[in-house]
Nanobody, 121 residues
């Protein structure tokens, strides 16, 4: 019903930048919050940043001042600009969107397939 397609991951040196994108498609009536999570090997998935439809934003403390989340409601797309990347940012990054599809009243979580971000020299 809803597909999330991520792009923009890759290998970057410490101090470098990457920009992740996630586009939602399908029979979408509305999208509430959209966010980015990450999961490093051997660790639990953690919330990195989240943005509501109205533009309220929250970040995990470890990325404040370095990462910026934004969204284009007309395109059902969320972005994550990552600057000053550190090796500890290495993880698989997942996009999440809380969507309501046409004909339903329930808001459900939809996830992207994940994109690898590796920060290494």
């Amino acid at each position: 019903q809803v597909q999330l397609v991520e792009s923009g991951g890759g290998l970057v040196q410490p101090g470098g930048s990457l920009r992740l994108s996630c586009a939602a498609s399908g029979i979408i009536f509305s999208i509430d919050s959209m966010g980015w999570y990450r999961q490093a090997p051997g660790k639990q998935r953690e919330l990195v940043a989240i943005i509501t439809r109205g533009g309220n934003i929250n970040y995990v403390d470890s990325v404040k001042g370095r990462f910026t989340i934004s969204r284009d409601n007309a395109k059902n797309t969320v972005y994550l600009q990552m600057n000053s990347l550190k090796p500890e940012d290495t993880a698989v990054y997942y996009c999440d969107a809380k969507c309501r599809v046409l004909g339903e009243t329930t808001v459900r979580d939809y996830w992207g397939q994940g994109t690898q971000v590796t920060v290494s020299s």
